[in-house]
């Protein structure tokens, strides 16, 4: 593909009709209750109650990779499988996948019509009546399996509409967001316990003792059968494979598909909910899905683009991730460690991140590596400036430097002297979405 001749195109506005009047008529201002999206639920005559079954996850860190890995299961079993993520990265329809493919903008616009109609100008948050367009649209169109993934908390976002799901899952809890869920790590973890519901399983990722303690506590008085990754089941990496160690039985498989150590916990999980869906999965289908999951932004390497033509033309390598958090920090400090030893080769961090995440706490364990860092900021009210980076990375005891833009950052990099750097591209989803928007060949498909 080449990039739109005219030049006064903006990528990331593809689908954006939809998207301009969504956000003009309903305020991204969230509302922490499920009221709202029930009342419009309800107008539409429960669409959440004719969907095929519902793998809900929850968590702060993961639930992303671990959905994508249980679509590429479900597909690899022949199933047709409905996804909702979120947020998009260059284009609202990748928050709404039907039966394998994305929503189609006229699709979308139709459904909106409806949608609002529907609502008759009541109070409605821009995420709830996606939410919303989502459920609809799944009601709607044929499929066997519906893997949906929480917004924000879980007790009280907006898809947590279903009283009976498939499977629960719950990916590890971090601290995020404490501006909402807060203010500690046991109020976080009795948000995403929310999804937990009376007598359905749950599947746990390894959790820090405060956020298990929680969990568990919310399984019981709902009597959720809870299958918890190193107590009843287990998944590392062997050899370069995952091994699953389920309570009856232990599969080899081939490695997942998204790169990093913390992949194969992932993938774990998701094969865990998936065989407690579908206890009759064989091993080639498990295998064959966790191997071809995509999830971009999550330790992708670029190469397409003009950031990946610049680092082509220099020898160097260019990878992007949108992890924001400090234990999102921790997991891609382990996957950078793994490719400088594969390949030693400086390490140069291009970040920008929206300014309430803790950039401190993303950027310590960084600090033993010594990579080269270059702060930049991206478009959005709420980004924080270079300076601010610049502080927090101090902090962290690094020694970083500043650029105008990712552009610009990326041009940096690459003018280290001696061997081509490894560039890493992080700091937030949005803003791995604008490097993503610069070309049609990088936007998600």
């Not at 047709?80 to 260059?90: E, I, N, W």
């Not at 401190?360 to 010594?370: C, D, N, S």
């Not at 005891?397 to 560039?423: K, Y």
Request: charged letters at 20%; hydrophobic letters at 45%.
């Amino acid at each position: 593909m080449t990039l739109p001749s005219d030049p006064g195109h903006d990528p990331i506005r593809a689908s954006d009709a939809v998207i301009q009047r969504l956000r003009a008529n309903h305020p991204t201002l969230i509302d922490l209750s499920t009221g709202r999206v029930e009342r419009l639920l309800a107008a539409l005559d429960h669409p959440e109650r004719r969907l095929p079954p519902v793998i809900h996850v929850a968590g702060t860190n993961g639930k992303g990779s671990t959905v994508a890995y249980l679509r590429a299961i479900g597909e690899a079993a022949g199933l047709r499988v409905h996804a909702l993520t979120s947020p998009h990265l260059v284009r609202f329809a990748e928050r709404i996948r039907l039966a394998g493919n994305l929503i189609t903008d006229e699709h979308l616009l139709a459904l909106t019509e409806r949608v609002e109609a529907a609502n008759g100008g009541e109070p409605i948050s821009f995420f709830e009546i996606t939410t919303v367009l989502a459920f609809l649209a799944f009601a709607e169109t044929p499929a066997d399996l519906c893997v949906v993934e929480v917004g924000l908390g879980g007790r009280f976002d907006a898809t947590n509409v279903f009283d009976a799901p498939a499977v629960s899952v719950i990916t590890p809890v971090d601290y995020d967001h404490l501006e909402m869920l807060g203010p500690g790590l046991p109020k976080i973890a009795w948000e995403k316990a929310g999804i937990v519901k009376h007598g359905r399983p749950v599947v746990v990722a390894r959790q820090m003792d405060e956020a298990l303690e929680m969990i568990e506590r919310e399984a019981d008085d709902r009597m959720a059968p809870m299958l918890l990754m190193g107590r009843d089941f287990d998944a590392w990496e062997e050899r370069g494979r995952l091994l699953v160690q389920m309570p009856e039985r232990l599969l080899d498989l081939p490695a997942p598909s998204l790169f990093g150590g913390y992949q194969f916990g992932n993938a774990g999980v998701a094969v865990a909910a998936a065989l407690t869906f579908d206890p009759s999965l064989s091993d080639e289908v498990l295998g064959r899905g966790v191997a071809s999951a995509v999830w971009p932004a999550r330790m992708q390497r670029l190469t397409a683009g003009p950031l990946a033509e610049l680092a082509k033309a220099r020898g160097a390598d260019l990878w992007l991730d949108g992890g924001h958090n400090p234990h999102a920090g921790r997991a891609l400090a382990e996957a950078a460690s793994r490719i400088v030893d594969r390949d030693p080769r400086p390490l140069v961090l291009v970040t920008g991140m929206f300014a309430r995440k803790d950039a401190e706490g993303f950027f310590r364990p960084f600090a033993e590596m010594r990579p080269r860092v270059i702060c930049t900021t991206f478009d959005s009210a709420i980004a924080a400036s270079a300076d601010e980076l610049v502080t927090a990375a101090v902090r962290a005891g690094l020694s970083p430097e500043t650029a105008a833009n990712v552009s610009d950052g990326v041009a940096r990099a690459l003018e280290i002297e001696g061997p081509a750097p490894h560039v890493l591209i992080c700091g937030g989803l949005h803003f791995a979405g604008e490097v993503l928007a610069m070309s049609p060949e990088t936007w998600p498909s």
